[in-house]
């Protein structure tokens, strides 16, 4: 069965720091580009960032560019999103899935329960 766990979400203040992890299983992780997305309250979800299978190629929304940095291990089946400099815009509850195509999910039944990550003072 496809599953995702997300972890590593929390309360930090404008300007710090967040590591998100997510762990997936039950498909050939390292076959699939890994997509991160996030969704605010009363917003729909929307495509953050993405790494191509191997992890050469890298993609991110403009409203994140130069601050998060997504990175992948494929010995783990773990796909990560370094976010530096959070802005209050970032607060929101972050999942991610596999790609078929750009924001196009491969596995829409499967979300896991995503974190939720605040950025507040």
């Known amino acids: 069965q496809v599953q995702f766990v997300e972890s590593g979400g929390g309360l930090v203040e404008p300007g710090g720091s967040l590591r998100l992890s997510c762990a997936a299983s039950?498909?050939?992780?390292?076959?699939?580009?890994m997509g991160w997305y996030r969704q605010a309250p009363g917003k729909e979800r929307e495509a953050v960032a993405s790494?191509?299978?191997?992890?050469?190629?890298?993609k991110y929304a403009n409203s994140v560019k130069d601050r998060f940095t997504i990175s992948r291990d494929s010995a783990e089946n773990t796909v990560y999103l370094q976010m530096n400099n959070l802005k209050s815009e970032d607060t929101a509850v972050y999942f991610c899935?596999?790609?078929?195509?750009?924001?196009?999910?491969?596995?829409?039944?499967?979300w896991g329960q995503g974190t939720q990550v605040t950025v507040s003072s």
């Open positions: 790494i191509s299978s191997f992890g050469g190629s890298t």
């Open positions: 899935n596999a790609e078929i195509a750009a924001a196009t999910v491969r596995f829409p039944a499967n």
């Open positions: 039950g498909f050939t992780f390292s076959s699939y580009r």
